[in-house]
C-alpha cells in the first residue's frame, strides 16, 4: 500500500460545478496535509493546509480532514476553466519525519467550459 | 525577492557523464529539499537538509549527493549519469507555520534527460 494514494484520475467536470479531490495516507502519526496544484511544465505551488479534522475554506476551496478514517479532501466550488491542472496531496508526518512530505501521484482535474 | 531559484532550466547528458543542479533560496528559510517527479509518480524526496551543515537521505538518494554551502544554497550532483535519471528535479525551501508544520516553495524545476 502506498504511504499516500489519491483518487485515479483523471477527473472531468462542467465548468461552475464542484469538484471533489479525495487523498488516503496510511501512517496515523501524520499530522499535516498539504494540497499543492500543479499546472502543465510549472511547479506546484501550495493551495492550502489542514492539521485538526473538520473543514477548512478558502475561498472556493475547502479541505476536509478525517484523521480516524485517514483521509483528506479537497473540495473547488464553482470549478473554472482555469482550475485545470494537476493536483497534489503531500502529508507530513511527526517525530523524526517532520517537515519532509510524502506526496501522492496526483490527479488530473479538467474542468470544461 | 526571486523566491526559490534553479540552474539549469534544461540540461541534456550522456550517460556516465556528471553534473550539479544548483538551487537558492533568498526567504531566509532553513530547511531545503531536492525531488524528482515522474510521469504518474507525483513527487520524490531524494535528499533534504534541515539546516545549514546538515543533509539527509529521502526516499530515492541512490545515485545522487548534495551540498548545503551556506544557508541559502542546495546543491544536487550526479556523478555518473544513468538514463533512469531522466526526470524532472525540483528544489524547495519551507517556512516553519505558527500552527505547526512546515510550508514548503518550489523552485521552477530543472529537466534533465540522460541520452
Given at each position: 500500500?502506498?504511504?499516500?494514494?489519491?483518487?485515479?484520475?483523471?477527473?472531468?467536470?462542467?465548468?461552475?460545478?464542484?469538484?471533489?479531490l479525495n487523498c488516503t495516507y496510511s501512517d496515523r502519526g501524520s499530522q499535516s496535509f498539504f494540497w499543492y496544484r500543479q499546472y502543465s511544465g510549472k511547479s506546484p505551488e501550495l493551495i492550502m493546509f489542514i492539521y485538526s479534522n473538520g473543514d477548512k475554506?478558502?475561498?472556493?476551496?475547502?479541505?476536509?480532514?478525517?484523521?480516524?478514517?485517514?483521509?483528506?479532501?479537497?473540495?473547488?466550488?464553482d470549478s473554472q476553466p482555469s482550475d485545470s491542472a494537476?493536483?497534489?496531496?503531500?502529508?507530513?508526518?511527526?517525530?523524526?519525519?517532520?517537515?519532509?512530505?510524502?506526496?501522492?501521484?496526483?490527479?488530473?482535474?479538467?474542468?470544461?467550459? | 525577492n526571486a523566491g526559490v531559484t534553479q540552474t539549469p532550466k534544461f540540461q541534456v547528458l550522456?550517460?556516465?557523464?556528471?553534473?550539479t543542479l544548483q538551487c537558492a533560496q533568498d526567504m531566509n528559510h532553513n530547511s531545503m529539499y531536492w525531488y524528482r517527479q515522474d510521469p504518474g509518480m507525483?513527487?520524490?524526496?531524494?535528499?533534504?537538509?534541515a539546516s545549514e551543515g546538515t543533509t539527509d537521505k529521502g526516499e530515492v538518494p541512490n545515485g545522487y549527493n548534495v551540498s548545503r554551502l551556506n544557508k541559502r544554497e542546495f546543491s544536487l550532483r550526479l556523478e555518473s549519469a544513468a538514463p533512469s535519471q531522466t526526470?524532472?528535479?525540483?528544489?524547495?525551501?519551507s517556512l516553519a507555520m505558527a500552527q505547526g508544520g512546515e510550508t514548503q516553495y518550489f523552485g521552477p524545476g530543472t529537466r534533465l534527460l540522460v541520452l
Open positions: 500500500q502506498k504511504e499516500v494514494e489519491q483518487n485515479s484520475g483523471p477527473l472531468s467536470v462542467p465548468e461552475g460545478a464542484i469538484a471533489s475554506e478558502d475561498g472556493r476551496f475547502t479541505a476536509q480532514l478525517n484523521k480516524a478514517s485517514q483521509y483528506v479532501s479537497l473540495l473547488i466550488r494537476t493536483y497534489l496531496c503531500a502529508v507530513m508526518k511527526g517525530g523524526t519525519s517532520y517537515g519532509k512530505l510524502t506526496f501522492g501521484q496526483g490527479t488530473i482535474l479538467t474542468v470544461h467550459p | 550522456k550517460t556516465g557523464q556528471s553534473m507525483g513527487l520524490r524526496l531524494i535528499y533534504y537538509s526526470s524532472v528535479y525540483f528544489c524547495a525551501s
